[in-house]
């Protein structure tokens, strides 16, 4: 380790206390269901702070929707985007060196479980070496941890030969179209990218799963309960897909298999895909036979397979069950793709970021990582599947991720900020001072 990690690497220890206010700054920007420009300006500000001129936008649907990779995201229909700009700030590089950027993304979950939650959600509190509030680890964390490393190598008087570029997005938990896609459409295109995901450093992200949405509509007869014969039921026709549906997740789950997941996620094995029915909706009244039900669906899935033959499966199971039922095949249930619709990826282990990541990780933290992913869709997959940029996750340790009582290990925060800052002097090259 040189001199200079050693400098970096202790500056930003010592000032631990600062990274963790950003991080209560952060959370207290309040971020959720499309409501991201508190937790931006709070970054707009930090930005500044560093002499950092900050481009401030908000996506453009129209100029994205002929990409392969877009979708409308549930928050954009709900919320359209005014009001919910991205952010980044690029630092020029002093020579030739090559391009990174720290992206993470300010938009959180809702909480919906507030009686759960044994601490205030919307403000953060520190007990036990954690530090607890919704978005303390997924995201706002990393991005504290990004602009921390930012502030560091501005502190020490660190200039780099290479564009360093520091980018904090939204609409990541809808599906991140409007965020990283929209950035890369912009022209952020570095030379590579690190999402500060948190992926419990040492270990690092290197997969993230395809994820589809899907509606599936089936219409019976409507009759009084007590004429029930009068009728058809909706719901009992539905049950037989939904069995179809299970039988095809189970199959899925015995043929599938995708190591980076198990590694992340031990109690993965055997379950590395997923076919969920989330929602079931039918009928508005215990004497009426239903005459709709509607399923809502996520299919999830690691690399190896693409949306096209995901989508067949599915398609084919609906049709065998419609064909086998009289009253289905007079009217055939309608089926809607909507939604989450996202490619898998896989960035290569090899590459060059990937190893700088991991090598400084493992360093910093005095244990040994492992390659994860693959069970979750991320933004990753916008620079590594379709600009060939490739673009590994480094990210804290925690847990509780959407649920109640969210948390970050405060060690792990100042190891995340550490590790970007070191990749980031390695990647762009540090000019002669």
Known sequence: MSELDKTIIAHIQEREDELLDLVTNLVRARSDKGNEKGAQEVVIDELETLGIEPDVWVPDVEQLRDHPAYFDTATYEDYGYDDRPNVAGTIDGEGDGRSLTLSGHVDVVSVDDLDKWTYDPWDTTIEDGRIYGR????????????????????????????????????????GG?????SALERGYQPDAAIITEPYLIPNIGVASAGVMYFRVTVTGKAAHAARGFQGTNSAVKAAALIQALDELDQQRKADISFEPAVKQYPNAEGSVTNLNIGVVDAGDWPSTVPSKTVLECRIGWPPGETREEVREQVESVIADVTEDDSWLSEHPPELEWYGWS??????????????LAKEHAEAITGQTGSF???LAGLDE????????????????????????????EIDSLVQTAQTVALAAVDWCGVAEQ
Do not use: W
């Open 381 to 408: 997959r916008f620079y590594n599947h379709y600009y060939d940029i490739p673009c590994p996750s480094v990210g804290p340790r925690g847990d509780n991720i959407h649920g109640a009582d969210e948390y970050a």
């Open 372 to 374: 994860v992913g693959g």
């Open 177 to 181: 179209t409007g965020g990283v896609l």
């Open 342 to 355: 996202a490619e898998p990826h896989e960035v290569d282990s090899d590459e060059e970021i990937v190893q």
């Open 135 to 174: 978005g303390t680890t997924d995201m706002k964390g990393g991005v504290a941890a990004n602009i921390f490393a930012a502030k560091t190598l501005h502190d020490l008087g660190i200039e780099l030969n290479g564009d360093f570029t520091i980018q904090t997005t939204v609409d990541e938990e809808a």
